[in-house]
């Protein structure tokens, strides 16, 4: 997932608000939080508001409270950011043909019924007996 600078900015924001959220819903004050998780408080007092950290410290975070990330969809809210449409020039790197799988079906078919059919000598044997 290539995320440009706003979009991760946003990101860590968000993941940084709920985790100071977590550790003001536990009760639990930043020099426990930080001497338990190797994580500097002011770190995690920085992340917490908003500001940027590196991504080990909200690792670190999520390891000691025992939580993952995980995303949702959800409907985009009305009058939200607003998406630049994709240059087509980005959109031909990107572009390939999609895979013909009716074409193996048919192959795999074919080589199945092939497998399954006795052959002549086998018939000869299978009289013979």
């Given at each position: 997932?290539?995320?440009?600078?706003?979009?991760?900015?946003?990101?860590?924001?968000?993941?940084?608000?709920?985790?100071?959220?977590?550790?003001?819903?536990?009760?639990?004050?930043?020099?426990?939080?930080?001497?338990?998780?190797?994580?500097?408080?002011?770190?995690?007092?920085?992340?917490?508001?908003?500001?940027n950290a590196q991504w080990n410290a909200y690792a670190l975070l999520?390891?000691?409270?025992?939580?993952?990330?995980?995303?949702?969809?959800?409907?985009?809210?009305?009058?939200?950011?607003?998406?630049?449409?994709?240059?087509?020039?980005?959109?031909?790197?990107?572009?390939?043909?999609?895979?013909v799988v009716h074409n193996r079906i048919k192959?795999?078919?074919?080589?199945?019924?092939?497998?399954?059919?006795?052959?002549?000598?086998?018939?000869?044997?299978?009289?013979?007996?």
């Amino acid at each position: 997932m290539n995320l440009g600078r706003k979009s991760r900015v946003n990101i860590m924001r968000k993941i940084g608000y709920k985790l100071g959220d977590y550790r003001r819903s536990h009760n639990l004050c930043l020099a426990h939080v930080a001497k338990q998780s190797g994580v500097p408080w002011q770190m995690i007092d920085a992340l917490e508001r908003g500001n940027n950290a590196q991504w080990n410290a909200y690792a670190l975070l999520l390891k000691f409270y025992d939580k993952s990330i995980s995303f949702e969809l959800t409907e985009r809210l009305p009058g939200g950011e607003t998406i630049q449409p994709i240059d087509e020039s980005v959109k031909a790197k990107y572009h390939r043909q999609e895979p013909v799988v009716h074409n193996r079906i048919k192959e795999q078919q074919a080589e199945d019924k092939s497998q399954s059919q006795p052959t002549t000598d086998f018939d000869l044997f299978a009289e013979s007996k």
